[in-house]
């Protein structure tokens, strides 16, 4: 079975500067399934070699609407300028689909209200999940606290403004814009970011629910703030954009070689891994093709199963508690340890 799809380009949008949105052939579509809040990565042939780049879903799986998602053009991005630039109706993609751990919990029953917190294109997710919680839980309050560098750089303002307009009483949004005159409304900080939570809050911590996307910083602070407002640490949620490399200096206690067995789309493969070289690394040597995007542990696409062994990350910044004591690990960071394992993806 093929890892790859291919989605069809059926029309493009430009939202504001510098940002487009790209929707997809129905046809191809319906072969993606999706959760709000998750991203479609796309695969791009380079020489021998394959480039990988990801983008959060912005149409709702809630609604009769065609698959879609947003680029912004990145400065010395080759698939965003490549989009920006040339895409036309019509163009094939190749997609390994959709993932990406941004999404509701299976039980929403306890939650009364959700806060969202986007940066400047972090909406792009948010978005997604605002629109289906809107129509599919009308018993949830939502908040959404926007900041932009001016209304006209805002992706989404008019369909925002309309959703709080169909939905009043239900949405409540704070747009801030870095050019306002009034400096304590312009950028979030720690105690506007009280305020606004005092302001809007309806239930106890315990029944809250966050998500937060834009740059580190952004999320820090709104991560801290929740916390101090008694949000539980698994009832926060973050998307990371961008990644830095990092750099680690440690290893896992076992550097021995042991036998993988990964079992993927009906098919089983047997791998030998060792380090320095991940579970990753070693099914693309073998020409195995496993979902992947970040390669360092934080995107969460390359996720698996481990069915039986110990697999050590070296990094984990997506993983939950719950999700780890349930067997899933990290393919990209992944390494076997103390025996062999079993893998299924």
Known sequence: MSLYKTLTLAAIKEEVPGVKSFFFDEADADTISYQAGQYLTF??????????????????????????????????GVFSRHMLDHAQPGDKLMTIGAGGFFT???????????????????????????????????????????SNHAPQSTIYL???????????????IEFLFSVSKNLSRARLYKDLLK??????????????????CG?????RMC?????????????????????????????????DLHRVTFQLNGETHELEVQYPHTILDAARKKGISLP???????CGNCVAKCRKGQVWMLNNEVLTERELEQGLVL????????????LEA
């Open 215 to 219: 740059p580190e910083n952004y999320m």
């Open 223 to 255: 991560v801290y703030g929740l916390r101090q407002a008694q949000v539980p640490a698994e009832n926060i949620r973050r998307e990371i954009f961008h990644i830095p490399q990092i750099v680690h200096k440690i290893e896992p206690p076992d550097t």
């Open 292 to 298: 992947y995007s970040c390669e360092l542990g934080r």
């Open 104 to 146: 509701l919990p299976a039980d929403i029953s306890g939650i009364k209200q959700i806060f969202f917190f986007a940066a400047g294109s972090g909406i792009a997710p948010i978005y997604s999940l605002l629109k289906t919680v809107l129509h599919t839980h009308p018993e949830i309050h939502i908040v959404l606290i926007y």
């Open 331 to 342: 393919t990209c960071v992944g390494y076997p340890v103390g025996g062999d394992v079993v």
């Open 158 to 172: 008019e369909e925002l403004q309309a959703l709080a307009t169909d939905f009043a009483g239900r949405l409540h």
């Open 43 to 76: 695969v791009v042939p380079a020489g021998n070699q394959e480039v990988r780049r990801s983008y959060s879903i912005t149409s709702s799986p809630a609604l009769t609407e065609p698959l879609s998602i947003v680029v912004k053009r990145v400065p010395n």
């Open 195 to 212: 305020t606004l939570l005092e302001k809007h809050a309806i239930a106890a911590g315990q029944q809250l629910l966050s998500y937060i």
